[in-house]
T-cell receptor, first 115, second 115 residues
Framework: GENVEQHPSTLSVQEGDSAVIKCTYS??????FPWYKQELGKRPQLIIDIRSNVGEKKDQRIAVTLNKTAKHFSLHITETQPEDSAVYFCAASKAGSNSGYALNFGKGTSLLVTP | GAGVSQSPSNKVTEKGKDVELRCDPI?????LYWYRQSLGQGLEFLIYFQGNSAPDKSGLPSDRFSAERTGGSVSTLTIQRTQQEDSAVYLC?????????????FGEGSWLTVV
């Protein structure tokens, strides 16, 4: 099955700096790559996603890039703010599996933005 | 409803007892997923329901775990003879018209502690 690796597991940046989280996936048939943010004690919530027919997508301070050849995708957060502190999960899914479009998650990156 | 609803939000049970966790998906969502999140860990896929199709149970960790979905809506995850390693947050999620790129929405989770 799909195996999603995520790095780093923890990341500490100063407010205003950029943060980059990287993920790799194993199944070349995966075609949908969302990113979820989970604040302490809260549910994971979608912040941005990208499909396999697009190489990059941006939403204000957040951007995601996808390299299908290398099977990796990255989350970029610019001008980080303390409220960006959370655990971020990357995920991948594909058509045709028995699990429908169940997401295969990375193990998460704990981001800390210090003032 | 406005979102995915789960109950109970917290459950403490004695080792060896059975527990039932309930999920009420967003109205109209045909795809329903159960994930497990152990403390500080990623999101582990457990089971998937789509409409009237047979569920994909490939992620269930043992035969002590089972789930059903009645009437294509509410789902119950049952853990029999609970063990301490079952302690985790059990997250339910749903999505509309199972296809790639549909956002999967999570509930707040049921925090299970086995003592």
């Amino acid at each position: 099955g799909e195996n999603v690796e995520q790095h780093p597991s923890t990341l500490s940046v100063q407010e205003g700096d950029s943060a980059v989280i990287k993920c790799t996936y194993s199944d070349s048939a995966s075609n949908y790559f969302p990113w979820y943010k989970q604040e302490l004690g809260k549910r994971p919530q979608l912040i941005i996603d990208i499909r396999s027919n697009v190489g990059e997508k941006k939403d204000q301070r957040i951007a995601v890039t996808l390299n299908k050849t290398a099977k990796h995708f990255s989350l970029h957060i610019t001008e980080t703010q303390p409220e960006d502190s959370a655990v971020y999960f990357c995920a991948a899914s594909k058509a045709g599996s028995n699990s429908g479009y169940a997401l295969n998650f990375g193990k998460g990156t704990s981001l800390l933005v210090t003032p | 409803g406005a979102g995915v609803s789960q109950s109970p939000s917290n459950k403490v049970t004695e080792k060896g007892k059975d527990v039932e966790l309930r999920c009420d998906p967003i109205s109209g969502h045909t795809a329903l997923y159960w994930y497990r999140q152990s403390l500080g860990q990623g999101l582990e896929f457990l089971i998937y329901f789509q409409g009237n199709s047979a569920p994909d149970k490939s992620g269930l960790p043992s035969d002590r775990f089972s789930a059903e979905r009645t009437g294509g809506s509410v789902s119950t995850l049952t853990i029999q003879r609970t063990q301490q390693e079952d302690s985790a947050v059990y997250l339910c999620a749903s999505s509309d018209r199972d296809r790639a790129g549909n956002t999967i929405y999570f509930g707040e989770g049921s925090w299970l502690t086995v003592v």
